[in-house]
Each structure stands twice: as C-alpha cells, then as structure tokens.
Nanobody, 121 residues
Framework: QVQLVESGGGLVQPGGSLRLSCAAS????????MGWYRQAPGKERELVAT???????NYTDSVKGRFTISRDNAKNTVHLQMNTLKPEDTAVYYC???????????????WGRGTRVTVSS
C-alpha cells in the first residue's frame, strides 16, 4: 500500500514561512507526479502545486511567486516551501501522488492524511 506522510504544518503569523514535506514509499518515486492540495474549512479541496518526474511545475494562481514545490528523488520526498503566508492560506494540506506501484506496475493515485497550516496573528 502506498504511503504518503506529510510533515511541517503548524501555526504561523501572516507574512511568515513554512516548509511542508511529504515522504513517499511503495511507489516508483522517480517517475511519479507529485502534488500538494489543500482544503480550507467549508471549501472543496483545491490544487496548490504539482511537479512532474521531469521537474516541471504548476501552481494555482493564488500561490504563484510565494510557494515553491520541489522534489528530492534520492529521498523520495517532495517539499512545499511557503513564503509570505496569508490568512487565506489556512487549510489542511494534502500530499498527492500519481505513481506506479512496483511489482504490479499499476498506476495509482494516492493521498496523505494531511497536515494543518494555520496563518493567524
């Protein structure tokens, strides 16, 4: 079973920074497309950023210039550096993987359990 474990959430003041990490296991990480999504209270889950196996990135407009997604294939980890945080960034952030599972070689979409980010003074 694919495992995605997020870390790095917490409480931060507006204008502050946080770095989220997601450690993946039981996938062929190097060829996976990894992503971060978020869900604010009372709202639907939305895409924040994705990064392909080749390193191409995509961001939702509201985080462009403030957030940076990156990956470390040697450590099977994806990061989300969040700068200049705003109260509207408050949400539970979920790691997502679209990946191939070894042995079966099936493509699966998997989610982590989420990490909470609260931006408040």
């Amino acid at each position: 079973q694919v495992q995605l474990v997020e870390s790095g959430g917490g409480l931060v003041q507006p204008g502050g920074s946080l770095r989220l990490s997601c450690a993946a296991s039981r996938i062929i990480f190097s060829i996976a497309t990894m992503g971060w999504y978020r869900q604010a209270p009372g709202k639907e889950r939305e895409l924040v950023a994705t990064i392909t196996s080749g390193g191409s990135t995509n961001y939702t407009d509201s985080v462009k210039g403030r957030f940076t997604i990156s990956r470390d294939n040697a450590k099977n980890t994806v990061h989300l550096q969040m700068n200049t945080l705003k109260p509207e960034d408050t949400a539970v952030y979920y790691c997502n993987a679209v990946a191939i599972v070894p042995v079966s070689m099936k493509m699966v979409t998997s989610w982590g359990r989420g990490t909470r980010v609260t931006v408040s003074s």
